[in-house]
């Protein structure tokens, strides 16, 4: 039976969650409007209509929380700063209350042990600056700038465990080219500006907190999925070499220097021509301290010649008779193996840590237990594929779960649970689940 003592004395072990997910209070205290605040306005965007302006209240709950996070005995609680709290209109006058209540959540985490680990931006772009074109927009990267310095110097004497973009290609992708996450823009004319400016936005994010805080660990984290080619077709493989440039390699290339990834797609070359990117690679180029994964899924694609541009298509687990959780994710340890062995391959990448991980299930509460043994069995699978990385000589640091507690999860609402701790959303009672125990009982041995 594996083990945390496994791993060694100085590995990590934390948990994930993020704002606009479990904070509520979306228009209290002073907060601005962000784009998934109008988007799940938009009827029919959001399973069941729901909406996050409550969520997990965390915003009021968040010393118990806490204390959950100390009670399962993790080390690290990862969560990020709401743009739109410190700044209603993304840019200007700053907002006290914001201040105040980020100020009070790291304090209460350093009272109970736990270390911070503060992402700067998870999706919650201010409203304002959507109406502006948002990360489509030139001007986008100035105003980023300038929370970033604001948290830096706000939050930075305290905290120095730093993230600056949450999966840039899970919102630049979902939200700018395929409209399914906020703010809901499509086509290639959104997603390429968007692209761009992510790119510049996660170097300079970086160089302004090396600048401005001492002794700091700063990172970023990118979503990750091992493509495999449905058949040794060359169409199929040609199909995977074009997905996984543009979900693996299109953010990590640009911070290491090495400027998008243009060899194996024309399509990004045209990008790189039209926006002049070559020019701007110093720009792009950041040496972070650690690369963050967040890995869910493997993607086996094959060729589909009516699908627009990537020409690829995905073939579910389902449809392959494949191990799947309910999201329809297929559970494959050995391809998060994979993936994590690619990342670790680029020779600039010194240091890895696993931001998020995890798996949704049809968690029911029964008796006042949730018994969820598939999600005990999935940890177990996927933390001896990171035991397996790191025995290996992939410097591998640390865990984080996803999440901490039943949120919202975007375009599915509150339907999709991956929480160790059950949310009732009609009494926002917390219930440790199964597989929240046996992250205590692993973390203590």
């Known amino acids: 039976m594996i083990k945390a003592t496994d791993f060694g004395p100085d590995f990590l072990w934390g948990v994930a969650t993020a704002a606009p997910q479990i904070e509520g ?5 002073g907060k601005g409007k962000s784009i998934w605040d109008t988007f799940t306005n938009r009827k029919g965007k959001i399973k069941n209509n729901h909406k996050l302006s409550l969520a997990c209240d965390f915003y009021h709950r968040y010393q ?12 690290i609680f990862r969560f990020s700063i709401s743009w739109p709290r410190i700044l209603p209109l993304g840019r200007g006058k700053v907002n006290q209350e914001g201040i105040r209540f980020y100020h009070n959540l790291i304090n209460e985490c350093l009272t109970q042990g736990i270390t911070p680990y503060v992402t700067l931006y998870h999706w919650d772009l201010p409203q304002a600056l959507e109406d502006e074109g948002g990360w489509t927009s030139f ?11 604001i948290c ?86 040609l199909a995977a070499k074009r997905v996984d440039s543009l979900m693996n390699r299109l953010f990590i290339e640009p911070a290491l220097g090495l400027g998008f990834p243009t060899a194996d797609w024309d399509l ?59 999201m329809g994710w297929e559970i494959n340890a050995n391809s998060f193996y994979n993936i994590v062995k690619q990342f670790a391959a680029y020779p600039n990448v010194k240091n890895i840590m696993i931001t998020e991980n995890g798996a949704a299930y049809h968690d029911k509460l029964i008796e006042g237990s949730v018994v969820d043994a598939e ?20 410097n591998i640091s640390g865990y984080m779960a996803w999440t901490l507690m039943d949120n919202f999860e975007w375009a599915e609402g509150f339907n999709a649970r991956f929480g160790l701790v059950h949310t009732d959303f009609k009494t926002l009672k917390r219930t440790i689940k199964y597989s929240g125990y046996w992250w205590q009982e692993f973390l203590r041995n």
Request: neutral net charge.
């Open 25 to 29: 209070a979306a228009d209290l205290y």
């Open 64 to 75: 118990e929380d806490i204390a959950l996070v100390k009670l399962l005995g993790f080390q």
């Open 139 to 149: 001007s986008i990267n100035a105003a980023f700038n300038a929370f970033v310095s």
């Open 152 to 237: 830096a110097l706000e939050y930075g004497d305290k905290v120095k465990n730093w993230i600056i973009l949450n999966e840039p290609f899970g919102y630049t992708s979902l939200g700018y080219m395929l409209g399914i996450h906020a703010p809901g823009k499509t086509g290639l004319s959104n997603f390429f500006p968007a692209v761009f400016h992510t790119a510049l936005a996660q170097a300079e994010g970086g160089k302004i907190l090396r600048a401005e805080i001492s002794q700091t660990n700063i990172g970023t984290t990118y979503s990750c999925s091992e493509i495999i080619p449905y058949t040794q077709s060359e169409n199929d493989l």
């Open 268 to 326: 990004l070359e045209k990008f790189q021509i039209e926006y002049g990117t070559w020019r701007l690679n110093d720009r792009m180029k950041f040496d972070f301290d650690f690369i963050g994964l967040q890995n869910y899924f493997p993607l086996t694609v094959k060729f589909n010649a009516f699908i627009p541009v990537i020409q690829a298509w995905e073939v579910k687990a389902k449809s392959r008779k494949k191990p799947h959780t309910a």
């Open 375 to 394: 999600r005990i069995e999935y940890f177990e699978l996927y933390l001896a594929a990171v035991l397996k990385a790191k025995n290996e000589g992939i």
